[in-house]
């Protein structure tokens, strides 16, 4: 039993650093240094126990099962304390200042990147940031607006520019248990977010260097965009450079409708199908090179393997070097180095390697749906190469690549889907129809001809490979456009709990592991405990999920809108205002209403300004906003009352639960539950500590 434990034990690796980094999330206050020495403290005894259980065995103190045992307890504790170490020191390394007011006035900064929102509008981002009259160690490093007016075309990045806009504090959660961008833009680096309405002027021409190359890589995108046109280009364009500026937000929604988005987000999806692609043309062209007579050295599947690494490593700085690019390519890159050093390239030994890798030098990434998905379609793939193997000698060698791709997509997505559904609250139905149908498209036409594109623009004879890549992803688009229009093609679902998420991804790998650890182990030893506690946390996170309650009324941030809870769905104060935050709460109940239908269903009465509706128990909530509501909420303050103001109200021992703009800036966004006692509140900044 020892044994097959210590022979599988390497891809364990990763889990127990990921263990640690997310008992880190999960802490509701930052580690004080006390608590560091504490770790430090237990990584000397586990450390100790480590080094002394062989010699204990030995001289006969212990047996050896039991010496065996403590030093993989050990060596787990070993690395649960790293990775907690890694993420503290991560955090620290990118602490930078984060606004903590509003701010109007002119900005100057590096044009650091572009992109497009939610809202259809693009977004620069600046580094090297100064603000009038702010002080450099209270500047934010990065800051990013969004532009109202887009009439014309963005800078060339590397530029320094100046304009004149709003800036505020990284948005909180519209509610407890909602996705915190506070801590995804801590680990960026973003300082502040906001908009202009003003015109981007330049100061400063752009910067050359590695500016230079980023400006070529946007040229590279411009080209791509205006050689297919319309947004069949801005996909093309998305896939191989990696920028989505072109692409309009109705195409991202029939694309998420789908369960197509994923296409166009580079992943490592795309790494591999280049790098398989690469790969398998430069063995072939070797191959038949050899067989022609030229003198090539033996071992013709190495030098494949190094021109695909050298292909995906060109990959990765045309499509920008995002962070889930560069998670494609560690993992990329480490099954080709197997390759040329004669090792299995498709194992989970190699994808243990590649996520230990990414979670050292990147372990926020573990919360990220992309790492989670990557890994668990990467694992997926892994099982089904087995059975595959066995299958695929029986068919039609013409008939092989495409059942393949059908499989690898089947599999990629049911692999996915949970994860998807967990993060994103929704689930397109036919969303595997979609993937059958396209992603076999894009790694057969698509990407290829992308490579072929890239290869032909040095002699300008790129026309071809375009047109052939904007078949396939016009084909690409039309099957999108079609699974969205089928009815009910998406279901809104509700916000999982906060342990789903955790249970589903520790127990699946829990499960695959232990089941990886031999079949005549499974039932009576470590390994088959192992496999049904990983089976049990799934089924726990699937129960959770399905029992979870959504809060009887939710309070926005700064008091613009509340929502309770009826029969018909979440009821919302007020038809307009707060319009984010409110989608936020409508997505999280798995409702599809958009805030004026919400509105409009029976729960609120009272003036448009003053509204009122009835609680449990007897108690009421009220909402005042616009001019004066500061004047007009004391009047309403009697017991078993909440009363909600979008304004401050001067601090008194009130009568009634009074959440003003005051309150709400401590506690943040929130929830109020009913038990026998009556109402219990629930704010963000109660339930989980804010970044830094």
Known sequence: MAATIRAGLFPWVPVCLAAGIALWFALPFAPAPWHWGALGLLAALALGVWRLALPWAERGRIGWSLADALRIGATAALLVIAGFGLIGLRSAMVAAPVMEWRYYGPIEGRLLEIDRSARDRIRLTLDRVVLRDTAPGRTPGKVRLSLMDQSDPPPPLGQRVMLTGHLGPP???????????????????????????????????????????????????????????????????????????????????????????????????????????????????????????APLPQGVHKIAALGAL????????????????????????????????????????????????????????????GFQMSFAATVALILSYGPWSKISPRLPFWLRPVAMLLVSSLVAAIATSPLAAAHFNRMAQYGLIANLLAVPVMGALVMPAGVIGALLASVGLAGPALWVMGLGTAWMLRVAEWVASLGGAVTALPLPPSPVIPLMCFGATLAVLCWRGGAGARRFSLTGAGFLAGMAMLAASGAIWLTASRPLLLVAPEGEAVGLMTAQGRAVSKPSGGAFVVSTWLQEDGDTAAQEDAAARPAWGGDKRDRVAALPGGWQVWHFTGKGAEARAPAACQPQRIVVVAAKVPAQDWPCMMLDLGRLHQTGAMAVYFDDNGPVLRGVNELRRNPG
């Not at 480490?334 to 372990?363: C, F, K, W």
Request: proline share 4%; hydrophobic share 50%.
């Open 171 to 293: 948005p909180a959660p519209a509610s407890p248990g909602s996705f915190d961008f506070r801590w995804l833009a801590w680990f960026e680096g973003l300082g502040a977010v906001g908009y202009t309405r003003t015109p981007v002027l330049t100061v400063e021409p752009a910067e050359g260097g590695l500016w230079a190359m980023h400006r070529a890589r946007m040229a590279i995108s411009r080209a791509i965009q205006d050689g297919i046109g319309g947004q069949e280009g801005a996909v093309a364009s998305a896939l191989m450079t990696g920028d989505r500026s072109g692409i309009e937000e109705a195409t991202n929604e029939v694309m998420r409708a789908s369960n197509l988005y994923h296409i166009i987000s580079i992943s490592g999806l795309h790494m591999s199908m280049l790098a398989g692609f690469v790969y398998t043309a430069l063995r072939m062209a070797l191959v038949l090179a050899q067989g022609l007579g």
């Open 310 to 369: 050298l292909a995906s490593a060109a990959y990765l700085w045309l499509s920008g070097g995002g962070v889930a690019t560069e998670r494609a390519f560690v993992m990329v890159a480490v099954m080709l180095v197997a390759i040329m050093a004669d090792r299995r390239a498709i194992s989970l030994r190699t994808v243990a390697l590649a996520a230990t890798i990414i979670l050292i030098y990147s372990p926020e990434a573990v919360t990220h749906p």
